[in-house]
């Protein structure tokens, strides 16, 4: 194997895993064709890349990668003992099992030397202290911008270079193959200090997921004893007045080639239910059925949710969660007086619930999957920070109607709560104390676990006034990670760069690619593969993997690999969606295909979509910014935007301003000039401006 690790090239699967789509016939089919038949000829040459690292001798590396938790750390820090189907025991204080195989495939000594809980940016601010002399790589989570920055300050070294004088040959192929990862992580000076941990490129990152039961149960079975509570009703609808969804304003959809769903009339369900003179559980449900039967040809009223052919909008579903809502005994069995319509995974998720700004009319909140991308690229090409947007500021108002009328898990708000609420609100159903949810917005595999809560399914998004065209739309792409890792300056000597060097390489040859994404050979089927729902061949797991995972993690395939193997740690690697497919349930499969079938479009850094508005539309912006010395100091002293409490005071609006119960001293803004004005105070015009000077030299041709 020694004398393969410089040599190869990316393997066709991971190119595949890469470049496809979705299966959306929206995607571009032609670029995923031109990229399988890149990945056959890739396949059929393996051509050497000549990388001049000389394996012949040991050389030890020093490794300081900080995560904030000592279970996903290089080292096992498990408290019993891990035996691998060979017999090899791993014990606390060893290199996890992957971390091992590749010391001895490099020819290497590896030596943690990380605080083992520490988190990234803090230790980051401790090294810099010392020009990052105490170890050889530095990496972790969300620590790009940073590992950018020093690397333009010399701390850390030139890989472009390295790239040129024939190191790393097999990253260096990758960064040809994917202009926009190269684009994202190169520096203001034209050089790369850093590689960067990149998802799932060109696959839907998270999505919609329902209980399914709930819904056929509510609109679908006859004589169902409908709760008799009184609902108090606040949120006045969108598609009311002069938007009302009627002909060309999305009177006709199409979920799928070859299925049109027509909207019949210009009903407002919303305006339907807020004019009942009665409103509980019986009155609410029976009008949406009503109404779909005015409006819909489908054979159960529950279709207009579930299914190819649905068609609901963000009214629609708003009008769904308020029977869910007011019909808790009818869907718990009286187990419970209240359950949940909306909620996201955890508090440090609330910005999730912002996610439905895609749905009133294409609003942009996060122009990737973080919550820091706070930026859309408008339709010159320039960066906008969405957060201060009066679009954003008016579905702030529609989300706090939603909160007045209890559709939205409100503990989500507190940041000091950190309760899994997916787990308490879809995993207590039969416990002592149960707890009752609906609706979340997260990652297909995890959140249709059967150990988690065999009713959950994946839905189609809401049609919606996307960019100007009518559409299905995710603004949720996987995307380039703000993480990864850079070799130090001064913590290395020229072996140790070199050494280095063909460490970050080999996790981008076919082998490394593989064993980061899957673990051991001895953890995978020899000469076994499985075909995904997108059709490709990927690694197949061996039952040890699956059985040891179930008793150790619960049966949490990504956290056994992560905190026992020491796989999928966020060092630089492109992760396969093979992975993910492998652990997914058969509603999770059944999800995918649901999604991959449709004409679902989703954000990528392509940025590929139906023709609207604004070109930009679709395009995902980069992870991090390279910013110089004088920009940081600029948004230091000048902007304070980058932090928790602007986000607070966007979540007061949500919390209070409907109900109007603010308590003292909690500012709600009650006009967007009024909450312009906050934004404008911090400095959004030179943090703007500085941004914009950041994205022109990344995107300039260098």
Same mark, same amino acid.
């Given at each position: 194997?020694?004398?393969?690790?410089?040599?190869?090239? @990316? *393997? +066709?699967?991971?190119?595949?895993?890469?470049?496809?789509?979705?299966?959306?016939?929206?995607?571009?089919?032609?670029?995923? =064709?031109?990229?399988?038949?890149?990945?056959?000829?890739?396949?059929?040459?393996?051509?050497?890349?000549?990388?001049?690292?000389?394996?012949?001798?040991?050389?030890?590396?020093?490794?300081?990668?900080?995560?904030?938790? =000592?279970?996903?750390?290089?080292?096992?820090?498990?408290?019993?003992?891990?035996?691998?189907?060979?017999?090899?025991?791993?014990?606390?204080?060893?290199?996890?099992?992957?971390?091992?195989?590749?010391?001895?495939?490099?020819?290497?000594?590896?030596?943690?030397?990380?605080?083992? #809980?520490?988190?990234? !940016?803090?230790?980051?601010?401790?090294?810099?202290?010392?020009?990052?002399?105490?170890?050889?790589?530095?990496?972790?989570?969300?620590?790009?911008?940073? /590992?950018?920055?020093?690397?333009?300050?010399?701390?850390?070294?030139?890989?472009?270079?390295?790239?040129?004088?024939?190191?790393?040959?097999?990253?260096?192929?990758?960064?040809?193959?994917?202009?926009?990862?190269?684009?994202?992580?190169?520096?203001?000076?034209? !050089?790369?200090?850093?590689?960067?941990?990149?998802?799932?490129?060109?696959?839907? +990152?998270?999505?919609?997921?329902?209980?399914?039961?709930?819904?056929?149960?509510?609109?679908?079975?006859?004589?169902?004893?409908?709760?008799?509570?009184?609902? #108090?009703?606040?949120?006045?609808?969108?598609?009311?007045?002069?938007?009302?969804?009627?002909?060309?304003?999305?009177?006709?959809?199409?979920?799928?080639?070859?299925?049109?769903?027509?909207?019949?009339?210009?009903?407002?369900?919303?305006?339907?239910?807020?004019?009942?003179?009665?409103?509980?559980?019986?009155?609410?449900?029976?009008? /949406?059925?009503?109404?779909?039967?005015?409006?819909? #040809?489908?054979?159960?009223?529950?279709?207009?949710?579930?299914?190819?052919?649905?068609?609901?909008?963000?009214?629609?579903?708003?009008?769904?969660?308020?029977?869910?809502?007011?019909?808790?005994?009818?869907?718990?069995?009286?187990?419970?007086?209240?359950?949940?319509?909306?909620?996201?995974?955890?508090?440090?998720?609330?910005?999730?619930?912002?996610?439905?700004?895609? %749905?009133?009319?294409?609003?942009?909140?996060?122009?990737?999957?973080?919550?820091?991308?706070?930026?859309?690229?408008?339709?010159?090409?320039?960066?906008?920070?969405?957060?201060?947007?009066?679009?954003?500021?008016?579905?702030?108002?529609?989300?706090?109607?939603?909160?007045?009328?209890?559709?939205?898990?409100? &503990?989500?708000?507190?940041?000091?709560?950190?309760?899994?609420?997916?787990?308490?609100?879809?995993?207590? &159903?039969?416990?002592?104390?149960?707890?009752?949810?609906?609706?979340?917005?997260?990652?297909?595999?995890?959140?249709?676990?059967?150990?988690?809560?065999?009713?959950?399914?994946?839905?189609?998004?809401?049609?919606? !006034?996307?960019?100007?065209?009518?559409?299905?739309?995710?603004? !949720?792409?996987?995307?380039?990670?703000?993480?990864?890792?850079?070799?130090?300056?001064?913590?290395?000597?020229?072996?140790?760069?070199?050494?280095?060097?063909?460490?970050?390489?080999?996790?981008?040859? =076919?082998?490394?690619?593989?064993?980061?994404?899957?673990? @051991?050979?001895?953890?995978?089927?020899?000469?076994?593969?499985?075909?995904?729902?997108?059709?490709?061949?990927?690694?197949?797991?061996?039952?040890?993997?699956?059985?040891?995972?179930?008793?150790?993690?619960?049966?949490?395939?990504?956290?056994?690999?992560?905190?026992?193997?020491? *796989?999928?740690?966020?060092?630089?690697?492109?992760?396969?969606?093979?992975?993910?497919?492998?652990?997914?349930?058969?509603?999770?499969?059944?999800?995918?295909?649901?999604?991959?079938?449709?004409?679902?479009?989703?954000?990528?850094?392509?940025?590929?979509?139906?023709?609207?508005?604004?070109?930009?539309? %679709?395009?995902?912006?980069?992870?991090?910014?390279?910013?110089?010395?004088?920009?940081?100091?600029?948004?230091?002293?000048?902007?304070?935007? #980058?932090?928790?409490?602007?986000?607070?005071?966007?979540?007061?609006?949500?919390?209070?301003?409907?109900?109007?119960?603010?308590?003292?001293?909690?500012?709600?803004?009650?006009?967007?000039?009024?909450?312009?004005?906050?934004?404008?105070?911090?400095?959004?015009?030179?943090?703007?401006?500085?941004?914009?000077?950041?994205?022109?030299?990344?995107?300039?041709?260098?």
């Amino acid at each position: 194997m020694r004398n393969k690790v410089a040599g190869g090239i @990316l *393997c +066709a699967a991971m190119l595949a895993s890469l470049l496809s789509g979705c299966g959306s016939s929206i995607v571009d089919q032609a670029a995923t =064709k031109e990229t399988a038949e890149t990945a056959e000829i890739v396949q059929q040459t393996e051509e050497a890349a000549g990388d001049k690292t000389d394996l012949s001798e040991v050389v030890p590396l020093k490794f300081n990668i900080a995560t904030g938790n =000592k279970s996903r750390t290089m080292t096992y820090n498990q408290e019993s003992p891990l035996t691998l189907p060979d017999g090899t025991v791993v014990t606390a204080g060893m290199l996890k099992p992957m971390w091992s195989y590749v010391e001895k495939e490099l020819n290497s000594k590896f030596s943690d030397v990380t605080i083992q #809980d520490v988190k990234a !940016n803090d230790m980051i601010q401790t090294e810099s202290t010392s020009n990052f002399s105490g170890a050889n790589i530095f990496g972790g989570e969300s620590i790009a911008e940073r /590992l950018m920055f020093y690397g333009t300050e010399g701390k850390f070294v030139n890989l472009t270079e390295r790239m040129e004088a024939g190191y790393m040959p097999n990253f260096k192929d990758y960064l040809s193959k994917n202009p926009d990862v190269k684009s994202a992580v190169t520096a203001y000076d034209g !050089n790369i200090y850093h590689v960067p941990y990149i998802a799932e490129l060109n696959q839907i +990152a998270r999505t919609f997921v329902i209980r399914e039961s709930w819904v056929t149960g509510l609109l679908d079975a006859e004589g169902a004893a409908y709760d008799q509570s009184s609902y #108090d009703v606040h949120y006045n609808g969108f598609y009311v007045e002069g938007n009302r969804r009627t002909g060309e304003n999305g009177g006709t959809v199409t979920p799928k080639i070859g299925i049109d769903i027509v909207k019949k009339t210009d009903q407002s369900i919303i305006e339907i239910q807020n004019a009942l003179e009665v409103k509980n559980g019986e009155t609410l449900t029976k009008a /949406l059925i009503q109404y779909i039967a005015d409006n819909y #040809d489908y054979e159960n009223p529950s279709q207009l949710f579930l299914g190819e052919a649905a068609a609901y909008d963000i009214d629609e579903m708003i009008a769904l969660m308020r029977c869910i809502k007011a019909n808790p005994a009818l869907l718990t069995e009286g187990k419970a007086s209240a359950v949940w319509p909306l909620f996201v995974r955890q508090s440090n998720y609330r910005e999730d619930l912002l996610r439905l700004s895609t %749905y009133f009319d294409g609003v942009k909140v996060h122009g990737a999957d973080s919550y820091g991308a706070r930026w859309y690229i408008d339709e010159n090409g320039d960066v906008q920070y969405t957060y201060s947007e009066e679009g954003v500021y008016n579905v702030l108002q529609y989300l706090s109607m939603m909160e007045a009328e209890g559709l939205i898990y409100s &503990d989500a708000y507190d940041l000091t709560e950190k309760t899994n609420y997916r787990s308490t609100l879809w995993g207590t &159903d039969t416990g002592e104390a149960p707890s009752f949810g609906f609706m979340t917005y997260d990652w297909i595999a995890s959140s249709t676990a059967d150990s988690l809560n065999p009713d959950t399914v994946v839905i189609l998004p809401p049609v919606a !006034n996307v960019n100007g065209a009518w559409q299905y739309y995710l603004d !949720n792409g996987r995307a380039i990670k703000p993480d990864g890792w850079a070799i130090s300056v001064a913590g290395s000597t020229e072996a140790e760069i070199q050494r280095a060097c063909a460490v970050m390489d080999y996790f981008f040859t =076919k082998e490394g690619s593989v064993l980061q994404n899957y673990g @051991l050979p001895i953890n995978l089927e020899s000469g076994k593969t499985y075909e995904g729902p997108d059709g490709i061949q990927y690694p197949l797991f061996t039952p040890w993997v699956y059985e040891t995972s179930n008793n150790v993690a619960k049966g949490d395939l990504s956290t056994f690999l992560r905190d026992w193997m020491g *796989c999928l740690i966020p060092i630089g690697y492109q992760k396969e969606i093979g992975f993910e497919y492998q652990y997914t349930s058969e509603r999770g499969f059944e999800g995918w295909a649901l999604l991959q079938n449709s004409t679902t479009n989703f954000a990528t850094y392509a940025g590929k979509g139906i023709t609207g508005d604004n070109p930009n539309y %679709y395009k995902m912006v980069p992870p991090v910014f390279s910013l110089t010395s004088r920009q940081k100091e600029t948004i230091s002293d000048t902007t304070s935007l #980058d932090t928790d409490d602007i986000v607070e005071y966007m979540f007061n609006i949500v919390r209070y301003q409907a109900k109007g119960n603010a308590p003292q001293g909690a500012e709600v803004a009650g006009s967007y000039e009024e909450y312009a004005a906050k934004f404008n105070e911090r400095g959004l015009g030179i943090y703007e401006e500085t941004y914009q000077a950041a994205y022109d030299v990344m995107t300039a041709d260098k």
